[in-house]
């Protein structure tokens, strides 16, 4: 990978260790995915903000890293670990780490946004701009439809992009390659949003290219739909994008067979003891539809709902969250239901939720079993 004289001397060490150690990252990675140069982004976005998921040496690695670089970009972060408002009975131990990872954060400048869908909340570059999403479902999102330029990034090359401005010119950056060389093709009429999120729980499984086709299916579907598509997608394989339409040579069948395969996979318990809802995090479009499905209903068990803060302040303000609470739902902003201490095996031995990618989670990292259903279905079966 060539590199600009200015780029050489920051990896020397001119500009400090941490920002070499940075450049040495995006090096690395674009030597290994045959990257010619670095190019500049317009905007980062970080996961490595939950305390589950980093742990104390990642805690321990971030106080230090903040402490010498700022972010050259627009960085937005993932959900964190529990709602900042109302932190519950989270350790005192938990809490600590969890604010000492937000500090180092915004200390570099970052954007406190704890969301995982982001393109529902900034503003939008331009198509074609390049910028590094480490949320595996923003961005296949980001790349499907809104037309950005992204890999599927890890928690330190998104770091390493958000504190250098600059990513490897490979993979799905590269217009050539953002081509599909392999069609899923449902033989049946996919009909919500959890039809959609097995699609891509097998596409992902089946294609392991960086870009796969779906056809026969919505031309436009609607937010709900493509939010579990790119979710699934990104939760069970290495694809970065879908198309839609434009069938290659290779065409996959996706049938009912194969749906209820995953549907046996990922449905582990007859029936759940709590609802969870938003993985990812539900936005404006979700939370009008969820309220209008709750209007004069009360749910017959929790239901927890996962949104940004961001969001959550829209609903507040147009009159959503009113119906949705007194049906008995409950807000939490900041976290989601992946890999959350907010829902554990001391808790609850079950959820019931219309997300593929929280019913995997659940089941390999919380061992908590999951009852699948679409959210039209939790509202009938579980409200009165």
Sequence with gaps: ????????????????????????????????????????????????????????????????????VKVKVKTTLNPMGFDRNKPGDMSDYFVKQQMSIIKSYHSMGATPSFTCIPYEIFEIPVKKSAVSFAESSAAIFSNSILGLLTNKESALSALASSVTGKAPYSDLRVAELRNPKATIKPDFKLMTELDYGLLGYFGGKTVKESCVAFDGIEKKPEMIKVKALSASLGTSGSCGMFTIGDPTKEVISFGKQELNTIKDELNTVEEGDIITLGSPQLGLN?????????????????????????????????GITDKIIKAGGEFICDSCTCLTPLVTRDDVDSVITNSIKCAYYMNHSNKIGTTIKDLRTIIKHYTK
């Design 286 to 318: 979700e939370l009008n539809l969820l309220s209008d499905l709750v209007e004069g209903k009360k749910f017959t068990k929790r239901c927890m709902i996962f949104c940004p803060r961001a969001i959550h302040h829209q609903a507040v303000q147009i």
């Design 1 to 68: 990978m060539q590199l600009t004289k200015e780029e050489e001397k920051i990896i020397s060490g001119e500009s400090g260790e941490a920002l070499a150690s940075a450049y040495r990252i995006l090096l690395a990675i674009g030597n290994a995915t045959e990257a010619t140069k670095l190019i500049p982004i317009k905007w980062a976005h970080l996961s490595g903000v939950n305390y589950n998921t980093v742990g104390d040496a990642g805690v321990e690695f971030l106080e230090k890293f903040s402490t010498e």
